[in-house]
C-alpha cells in the first residue's frame, strides 16, 4: 500500500483526501518510481482546491513534478537505483503525478538527476525552477547579455520568480524585482535583486507605450502586468510570458511590439525534449548557490498538502514549496 493524494469528481466539485492505494491501481508506464519528494505548484493548488479545471482524468493523483529512485522497470534505459527527476508530461492533469510515494510512468520523460544534486535539491529547482531557466535561455537565445540593462521580474517572491532572480544574478545580470510583499525586500536582495518595484507600479491599466526601462523582462503574473512590462521594454528587447497569476487576459495594444520591435516569448515547460531540459537544469546547477535555494525552500508533509494549496493560491507563500511525499 503507498499514501497519495487522491482527487475525485462529484458533479462539478473536486474532492480531495489522502489515501492509501494498492500499486495494482497505478496507472500504464515502463518505469516505477520510488518518490522521495514532490512540490505544491500553483497549478496543483488549483487541482487540490477545485478552483480551476486542471484536472482531465479522473480520478487523479496530483503533483506536476516528482524526484526519486527507480525501483523496477521494464525499459533498459533505466534500472534499479537510478535517481530520476520528472517534471511535465501532463502529469498532475492527464496522467498520476507526484504526490504520492510510488508512481509508474512513461520512461520517455525520466531524465537523470545531475550529480550533486539531491532529490530534495531536484524539488526545491523542480517545476519552477526549470520554467525560470527556461525563460532565462530564451532572454539569452533573443541576444540579451549582462551589461544590457535591467531585467525585470514579475512576481518574484513567488517560486518560479525565486529562481528566476537568483539565476539572472548568478548569471551576472542586473535583476529588478517586482513583488506585492514590500516585507520580502531582504529576501529578494539575498537571492540577487538590486531594485525592488512595488507591483502596484505595474498591475493597474497603463498606457500601451510607456518608458523605455527593462532590456528583458521574465512575467510570472500576465494581465495588467504583462500588458505594462512590454510597454515600458526597451528597442529590441524581449519578455518571456510563463504564468498568469493576476489573470490569464492580456489587455495590451500591438504598438510595444511595432514600434519598438519588442518580442513577446511564451514559455511551456510541460511537452519539452530531454535534451533542452538537461541543459536547464545544468543552467540552474552551475549558477545558482545552493544557500539561496534552501532559503526559498519550505518543506512540509504529504499530509499536509491539502489543508497548505489554498495558502498558495492566495499568495501567502514565499519561494518553493517541497513535499516529503513520506511523511
Known sequence: MLN??????????ARAELRQLDESELPDGDVDVRVDYSTINFKDALAITGRAAIVRNWPMVPGIDLAG??????????????RVVVTGWGMGEQHWGGLAQKARLASGWLLALPEGISTRDAMVIATAGFTAALSVMTLQKHGIKPGDGEVLVTGAAGGVGSIAVALLAGLGYEVTA?????????????????????????SSPGKPLQNERWAGVIDTVGSHTLANACAQTRWNGAVAACGLAQGADFPATVMPFILRGVTLYGINSIFVPNDVRAKAWALIAQHVDRDKLERMTIEIGLSQVIAYAPSVLDGKVRGRTVVDVNR
Open 178 to 202: 517586482s513583488t506585492g510583499r514590500p516585507q520580502e525586500a531582504g529576501y529578494l536582495n539575498f537571492l540577487g535583486a538590486t531594485k525592488i518595484v512595488d507591483r502596484a507600479e505595474l
Open 4 to 13: 497519495a493524494i487522491y482527487l475525485t469528481q462529484e458533479g462539478r466539485a
Open 69 to 82: 529512485v527507480v525501483e523496477t522497470s521494464r525499459d533498459p534505459a533505466w534500472k534499479a537505483g537510478d
